[in-house]
């Protein structure tokens, strides 16, 4: 049996947890106005350039989109998937 993880300053070990979750939140909130900023550049970049709003909100969804895709592709062609628990296939 594997010993404990010997903790001995309950206190700080709760200040520490306290301020991460307030991070998390502040990053979360960051990461928000961010995509918004990047939503309203789209919209005055489609504006300016006389594109229909549809053209422009598929870009949008492209910018946002393409990236998630070639990292799933990436990762899938390296033999990381989800499906069998994050273990590649040279390792089965």
Do not use: K
């Amino acid at each position: 049996m594997t010993p404990g993880a010997d903790v001995q300053a309950i206190d700080a070990l709760q200040d520490w947890h306290n301020a991460l979750c307030l991070f998390r939140d502040e990053a979360l909130d960051a990461l928000g106005s961010i995509g918004m900023e990047v939503r309203r550049a789209f919209d005055w970049i489609g504006t300016h350039a006389g594109l229909p709003r549809p053209v422009w909100q598929a870009g949008f969804a492209f910018y946002w989109m393409v990236p998630a895709l070639l990292v799933s592709v990436l990762l899938l062609f390296r033999g990381t998937h989800l499906a069998n628990g994050g273990h590649s296939r040279e390792s089965s």
